[in-house]
């Protein structure tokens, strides 16, 4: 079993659409998860981090269910911009080391 | 203008060559990192080093080696007994005051066999 798992897509949506991500993680003892954002052949950028009461951030929500241990990202609204790939990604360990899942792709269309 | 620096963008590396990669951050980070990305793969943990003078191997480490003189760099070597060195190289560093702190990222340097 992967320790990151998220499903590759891709999600075709129309502008305008609300669109939710759902990423699983096994390790139970991981301490802190982010949501990134990857355009092509570009690196990884901070979309935002996830807390435990769940967090948003403008069109973006992000909430976490450690008893289920999976992070899910909604996006509302969505812009033609948003399209890439958004990395699911959990910290474990003191020296924050990251496990990266393969990333959900994201296709906004006219 | 704060930011972490990969050089170069594309490296070509002929059979047997080492070739050194580039990471210098001027963030006053602490920890610095490298990751690997295949095609289609989740990023990949090679090296990390949270204090100078001092690192740790990641997940694939093999074949690479790298150095912490310096708090502001980083440098990873891909020597000649990493065999399947193609790959996008990402470097990213990060402030460490605790595991919410996020990571932050270069801009990548494309490696190719010749």
């Known amino acids: 079993r992967k320790e990151v798992e998220q499903d590759p897509g891709p999600f075709n949506v129309p502008e305008g659409a609300t669109v939710a991500f759902n990423c699983t993680y096994s390790?139970?003892?991981?301490?802190?998860f982010f949501w990134y954002r990857q355009d092509c052949r570009k690196e990884p950028k901070l979309l935002m981090s996830?807390?435990?009461s769940g967090n948003e951030d403008g069109r973006f929500t992000a909430q976490l269910n450690r008893a289920s241990q999976y992070i899910s990202l909604l996006i509302r609204d969505s812009k033609l911009s948003d399209s890439a790939t958004y990395l699911c990604?959990?910290?474990?360990?003191?020296?924050?080391?990251?496990?990266f899942g393969t990333g959900t792709r994201l296709q906004v269309t006219l | 203008d704060g930011g972490i620096t990969q050089s170069p963008k594309y490296l070509f590396r002929k059979e047997g060559q080492n070739v050194t990669l580039s990471c210098e951050q001027n963030?006053?980070?602490?920890?610095m990192y490298w990751y690997r990305q295949d095609p289609g793969q989740g990023l990949r943990l090679i090296y990390y080093?949270?204090?100078?003078?001092?690192?740790q191997k990641g997940d694939i480490a093999e074949g690479y080696s790298v150095s912490r003189e310096k708090k502001e760099s980083f440098p990873l070597t891909v020597t000649s007994a990493q065999k399947n060195p193609t790959a996008f190289y990402l470097c990213?560093?990060?402030?460490?005051?605790?595991?919410?702190?996020?990571?932050?990222f270069g801009d990548g340097t494309r490696l190719s066999i010749l």
């Open positions: 990213a560093s990060r402030q460490d005051r605790g595991p919410n702190q996020p990571q932050h």
């Open positions: 996830v807390y435990s």
């Open positions: 080093s949270q204090i100078v003078n001092d690192f």
């Open positions: 390790n139970s003892a991981s301490q802190s």
């Open positions: 990604v959990v910290a474990t360990g003191t020296a924050s080391k990251l496990t």
């Open positions: 963030l006053n980070h602490d920890a």
